[in-house]
């Protein structure tokens, strides 16, 4: 991940604030708003509230009970104020049984419900926080495994906006010093598998332009949805159309289409 250290940043729902503070303490950023879905209490109980004073006491906002989706938890923030807006790991918190699950959800998928979470995410970023006159940036670091990489982030996130997608870039962990991948249910560091920093913006030329990369599977002959290809025949096309892995996320793509419309 690259950070420019002239850019104005808000991190959206960073767990123990262990990002924030490393992002702080090792890039100095022009200015930095820091966020966290729990509250003060829930914060301290989980994973201590160290973060959260060193940042405090360096100056730093930090906005707690905040919900990218929900406007009245946004607190005094002002609108258009910042270049970039990074979603770490983003991952929707657990549901207490199989029961309320299906009470809660409404019968879709989780597939679906982490894809509406990160669409009202960018949606939110682009027309309420990012500055029109500034970088104008979006970042979503996701892992690049199963389930994370089936929520088809390059791609189903923007159907039917004015957002682009820009490319990606590698996050490595160990360039930000003190990071923890925090469970978002409790005190547990996770593992850190291979993550990958997607770049949006609604400019056409970013200042990232010549940082990240677009990916094979989103060109023609492959399937951007399995990240399958090229297909050098079209019975090796078809072939994988019929597949087990294809219909699961052909399933995965229209229920997604159906929520959207």
Known sequence: MYINPAWRI???????????????????????????????SSLSSKY??????????????????????????????????FDVIIFQFPLLPAFNSAKDFKQQSQNISLNTLHRRLLRRYLLNCFNEFLDPQGAQLALIT???VKPYRQWCIEQALIINTDI???????????????????????????????????????????ELDNKVTQPNYLHDNYCSYCRVGPFYTERDKQSHLVSKKHQ?????????????K
Not at 12 to 34: R, V
Not at 49 to 74: G, N, P, Y
Not at 248 to 260: G, V
């Open 10 to 40: 808000l991190t959206i729902g960073d767990g123990d604030l262990s990002f924030s503070h490393s992002l702080l303490e090792n890039y100095h950023p022009k200015s930095l708003t820091a966020t966290v879905f729990d509250d003060i």
């Open 48 to 81: 201590s509230t160290t973060h959260f004073k060193q940042l405090q006491a360096q100056r730093c906002e930090v906005i707690t009970s905040f919900d990218v989706t929900k406007k009245q938890t946004w607190g005094n923030l002002d609108k258009h104020q």
């Open 142 to 144: 996701s892992k690049d």
């Open 164 to 206: 682009n997608y820009i490319g990606s870039m590698p996050f490595e962990t160990d360039k930000f010093p003190g990071y923890k991948i925090r469970n978002v249910d409790r005190d547990k560091h996770v593992k850190d598998t291979e993550g990958v920093t997607y770049v949006f913006s609604r400019l056409l030329t970013t």
């Open 248 to 260: 699961k996320m052909a399933l995965f793509e229209q229920q997604w289409l159906n929520d959207i």
